[in-house]
Nanobody, 123 residues
Framework: QVQLVESGGGLVQPGGSLTLSCATSGFTFSNYAMGWFRQGAGKEREFVAA????????YVADSVKGRFTISRDNVKNTMYLQMNSLQPEATAAYYC????????????????WGQGTQVTVSA
């Protein structure tokens, strides 16, 4: 069975940091581009970051550029999102996704979705 399981979410104070993980199984991880999306309460889901199959190129949304970094480990079949300088606007459910190509990630039509993990930034 294909599984994408996010972890690492929780409550963090403004200015703090969190690292999210997306552990995968059931498909050939290294053959898929990967990405992160988020959806705040009452808002539409938005693109956060993406990474190519080998991890050589990353794309980060303007809203988080300079503060968030995406990476992957093709031995552990796991993708990560390092989030620094967190502010309340980052409060959202964060979802990982896998696709055969980056275009499907960017247009929000991946092959597989994870179930999401909640990040709450509050004092």
């Amino acid at each position: 069975q294909v599984q994408l399981v996010e972890s690492g979410g929780g409550l963090v104070q403004p200015g703090g940091s969190l690292t999210l993980s997306c552990a995968t199984s059931g498909f050939t991880f290294s053959n898929y581009a990967m990405g992160w999306f988020r959806q705040g309460a009452g808002k539409e889901r938005e693109f956060v970051a993406a990474i190519t199959r080998g991890g050589g190129t990353i794309y980060v949304a303007d809203s988080v550029k300079g503060r968030f970094t995406i990476s992957r480990d093709n031995v552990k079949n796991t993708m990560y999102l390092q989030m620094n300088s967190l502010q309340p606007e980052a409060t959202a459910a964060y979802y990982c996704a896998a696709a055969r190509d980056l275009g499907a990630i960017r247009t929000m039509r991946p092959t597989y979705w994870g179930q999401g993990t909640q990040v709450t930034v509050s004092a």
